[in-house]
């Protein structure tokens, strides 16, 4: 029963962690309105279920460091109620954030959780020492790199793009809008009039796109970006799903109840449907309120973010896509001069606030298991 349970328990981790994390890959693409919500969420769920499926075959360091060993005794490491206290306080924790609209990190979450069930468990043996270099710096460096990392590499392709003679066009959007005025009379009545007056929109955010002018190697410049916009979309969404069912699939994995295999197929299945149900907030939040963008902005982020997330996974380092990801759009937004300094401060604050809450739900939930 106590497998069953940390199964549902993983299965319902993986549902909150494609909740909250599918759609940052393709949040660039729905922000710069190079397409539609539909379009990109599918397209996330799609990359994201190949990356899940592929990490299989590589990221065994990540599975070993999210079972905890090495973090605590192997006994307790390998003990069931141990992973379900884990799994319970991570999904609690992002699906929390989720509904709130705030992108925060399962990665992060796993750790506090990981954290707080080891400190009920043996109080202060747990390895502080691999906690600090396993864990915490490389979620405390994937922003502080991505950020200046995303803003130097969009000033170099501005710079070459202006080079190259590539220039920008805004649409101009114009129609007709008609209006109801009374017209007084003598006998002081009023009569109803329907006039008709020219409605002009320029460089309207929510009426016009911004668009690329003149061809690079015979190819329009828009289409290519755009092309490459998905691309990039599609490399991120592989990553995350590369770099995060290796953590989730860790915790099925005590007394081999279930192999590797089954266990990342059920964890990316449960991350598809997460995103496709419950994304919307936090899309709202990554593609709109971080920062404006457009297509070239939006294929740089993903650059960065894709490179350096399938960099950690080669490596067994537990970077955040989600750190990675609002690092490298929020840098492209300083550059450009859109970010929104005040959301980001905002996600900051949830990111801060993971560690503990997961922290505090897993050692509860430890300590109801374990008795």
């Excluded at 003990?79 to 990190?105: K, Q, R």
């Excluded at 460096?141 to 950020?147: D, E, K, R, V």
């Excluded at 969009?154 to 220039?167: A, N």
């Excluded at 419950?278 to 971080?290: D, H, I």
Aim: proline share 4%; aromatic share 10%; hydrophobic share 50%.
């Amino acid at each position: 029963m106590l497998l069953i349970a940390l199964f549902i328990a993983t299965f319902f981790l993986a549902y909150c962690n494609g909740a909250n994390d599918n759609f940052k890959g393709v949040a660039t693409l729905f922000g710069s309105q190079t397409t539609n919500y539909k379009t990109a969420i599918t397209w996330a769920t799609i990359t994201t279920f190949a990356g899940s499926v592929f990490s299989i075959f590589l990221a065994e360091t990540l599975v070993k460091s999210f079972s905890g060993k090495g973090l605590v005794p192997d006994e307790i490491a390998n003990a069931p109620d141990f992973h379900l206290a884990v799994a319970i306080a991570a999904g609690l924790t992002v699906i929390f954030a989720t509904l709130t609209g705030f992108p925060i990190s399962t990665t992060h979450g796993l750790t506090g959780a990981l954290v707080g069930a080891g400190l009920v468990a043996i109080a202060t043996e747990v390895n502080f020492t691999a906690l600090q270099n396993t864990f915490l710096m490389p979620l405390l460096l994937s922003p502080m790199i991505a950020i200046p990392l995303a803003a130097l590499i969009y000033g170099l392709s501005r710079y070459l793009r202006v080079y190259l003679g590539i220039q920008k066009e805004w649409c101009i959007c114009a129609g007709q809008t008609q209006q109801i005025i009374p017209i007084p009379q003598p006998d002081a009545t009023n009569i109803l009039k329907c006039i008709t007056t020219a409605d002009v929109a320029v460089d309207s955010l929510d009426k016009c796109t911004q668009r690329y002018l003149g061809n690079f190697l015979q190819i329009p410049s828009q289409k290519l970006v755009d092309v490459c916009h998905f691309m990039s979309a599609g490399i991120v969404s592989f990553a995350r799903g590369l770099n995060d069912t290796p953590k989730i699939v860790s915790l099925m994995l005590v007394g081999q109840s279930i192999s590797v295999q089954w266990g990342s197929l059920a964890v990316a299945l449960g991350m598809a449907i997460g995103g496709l149900l419950n994304a919307k907030k936090v899309a709202e939040t990554m593609s709109k309120k971080l920062t404006a963008m457009n297509t070239g902005q939006g294929l740089v982020a993903n650059l960065v973010t894709g490179f350096l997330v399938i960099a950690a996974s080669r490596y067994g380092l537990p970077v955040s896509t989600t750190h990675v990801s609002v690092g490298s759009i929020f840098g492209v937004g300083l550059i450009s001069k859109k970010a929104n300094v005040r959301v980001f401060y905002q996600i900051l604050l949830s990111w801060i606030l993971t560690l503990p809450i997961a922290a505090l739900i897993s050692g509860c939930a430890y300590w109801v298991l374990h008795r």
